[in-house]
């Protein structure tokens, strides 16, 4: 089993950064992807940015790209996502997921069996 603790959601003004963590504990292979999701009201799941446990790969929505950082901290089995210069359409519910599936999409929500509870980001413009 593996359980993962978002962290770091809150209130920010249009232009601000916010700095999301996802502690993960249990048992966690090199191979498994651990990426972030975001859900806003009346709208899909959807990928934002992820990384291979091992930390070889990374990935990032075209939504994101160059804005966003998604790194991992070995020490202490935690991923972070770094957003930066947010917009009023990054407001959502952000959602930390694992998976250990091979040769799957990893932007697909269904490919992942390990969710956290996820963290409020609200951006004002």
């Known amino acids: 089993q593996v359980q993962l603790v978002e962290s770091g959601g809150g209130l920010v003004q249009a232009g601000g950064s916010l700095r999301l963590s996802c502690a993960a504990s249990?048992?966690?292979?090199?191979?498994?992807?651990i990426s972030w999701f975001r859900q806003a009201p009346g709208k899909e799941r959807e990928f934002v940015a992820g990384?291979?446990?091992?930390?070889?790969?990374?990935s990032y929505a075209d939504s994101v790209k160059g804005r966003h950082t998604i790194s991992r901290d070995n020490a202490k089995d935690t991923v972070y996502l770094q957003m930066n210069s947010l917009k009023p359409d990054d407001t959502a519910v952000y959602l930390c997921?694992?998976?250990?599936?091979?040769?799957?999409?990893?932007?697909?929500?269904?490919?992942?069996?390990?969710w956290g509870q996820g963290t409020q980001v609200t951006v004002s413009s």
């Open positions: 997921a694992a998976s250990s599936l091979w040769s799957v999409s990893i932007l697909n929500p269904s490919n992942y069996n390990y």
């Open positions: 249990g048992r966690i292979f090199s191979y498994y992807f």
């Open positions: 990384i291979k446990w091992s930390g070889s790969s990374t």
